[in-house]
């Protein structure tokens, strides 16, 4: 399987944008699936996480409320749903799967990882 993220671009603070994760030679069933993020100078950091049947959902605290991931099984495809944007938002957003049943929020627990997109919000 191969993971390709799009969706990203330059907006204004407020702004929404629709990340994509399209999955290619082979099927997103059954595994969990992630949105990292990472800002010039900082270390990768957690977004969102849906587990593989889509019932449950996890998210920073710093995106609660704003951000929403979903994912279709028909398009072999995960999203993130970026609301209200903010400047501290700007960063290379990753989406990356987990075979694991019961996964963190730490990057070491996802396996597989597409390209980045990049999401830049000016003020």
């Known amino acids: 399987v191969q993971l390709q993220a799009s969706g990203g671009g330059l907006v204004q603070a407020g702004d929404s944008l629709r990340l994509s994760c399209q999955a290619s030679?082979?099927?997103?069933?059954?595994?969990?699936a992630a949105w990292f993020r990472q800002a010039p100078g900082k270390e990768r950091e957690f977004v969102a996480a849906i587990n593989w049947r889509g019932s449950t959902r996890n998210y920073a605290n710093s995106v609660k409320g704003r951000f929403t991931i979903s994912r279709s099984i028909a398009k072999n495809a995960v999203y993130l749903s970026t609301n209200n944007l903010k400047p501290e938002d700007t960063a290379v957003y990753f989406c990356a799967t987990s075979l694991k049943q019961n996964y963190a929020d730490s990057p070491a627990d996802f396996s597989l990882w597409g390209q980045g997109t990049l999401v830049t919000v000016s003020s």
């Open positions: 030679e082979g099927p997103l069933d059954y595994v969990a």
